[in-house]
C-alpha cells in the first residue's frame, strides 16, 4: 500500500451553485462541473468536492443528522509564500462573499494568518510562516526538511 | 501566486493524545509531534494536523463556540487503488477505535467504499473508484486527464 494521503476534502453545502461560483471566485481554478450533483475541484495534492449537505448525510447512514450546528471542529489551511498573499486571499474571499473572522495579522506562532468563513461557515486559514517553505511540486514541508 | 492547494487539514480533537495514537495507527505514518500541542502528520499533498478543539475554535475568533454538535458537514476521503484496500483500511480503523459508520459496499457511482468515524467523530470515506487513478506522485486523477 502507498503512502495514504487525503485525495478530497468534501464539503457538505446549503446551496451547492453558490457554492461552487465562490470557490471558483476565491481559488482562480476552474471547477469540474461534468458529474450530475456534484463539484470537484482539481487542486494538486487534495482535491475539494460539494456536494448537498443532506445528501453527503445520507451518504454515510441514515443516522447522521443532516443539520449542523456550531463550529464544524475542522479548518481548512491554505498556507501561501508571503503575508502579501494572505492580505490578497482574504480580500478575494471577502469579494467573493466570505465572511472575514480573523483580519490577517501577526499570530503567537510568529507566522502572519487570518481566517475566512465560507458562505456555509466552513472556516480557512490563509497562513504564512517563516518555518515553512514548499517543495517544488508545491507541497508545504518545514525548512531543512528535505 | 501559485496554484492554490489545501495544505493543512486540521481537526479540533477532544482528547490530543488519543487522537494522535489513532491517527498513527490507522496513517501508518509516524506523526510529527516536535511542536508543543499540536501534532503534524506531514502527508503527501495535504498534511493533517490534530490540535485540541477549544484551541481552534479560538485561534479563529472568540465568537466561535467551542462545542460540536450533529454532523460536522465535512468528509474526508482516502482514495485507494483496489476494494481490498478499501476493506482493509476500514478494519484497520475499527482497530484502532473508528466505529464503521458504512460497511465497505458497492456505491451507487460505480464504486466500493465504506466509511469509518474517527475518536472525535470526524468521518472519512475510503474508496475505489473504476473512474479514479493515480498520477505518478500519487495525485487523485480521472482516467483520461494527463
Known sequence: ??????????????????????????????????????????????WISLFPLENLAKDISSEVPVTRSGFSGITLAHNVRSKDDVIAIIKRAKSAGARVMKEPQETFWGGFSGYFADLDGYCWEVAWGPMF?????????????A
Open 1 to 46: 500500500m502507498k503512502i495514504p494521503r487525503v485525495t478530497v476534502v468534501t464539503l457538505g453545502v446549503a446551496d451547492f451553485r453558490k457554492a461552487t461560483k465562490f470557490y471558483e471566485a476565491v481559488l482562480g481554478t476552474p471547477p469540474n462541473t461534468s458529474y450530475d450533483g456534484v463539484t470537484f475541484i482539481e487542486l494538486p495534492g487534495t
Open 133 to 145: 517553505e514548499f517543495s517544488e511540486n508545491g507541497e508545504l514541508r518545514f525548512k531543512g526538511n
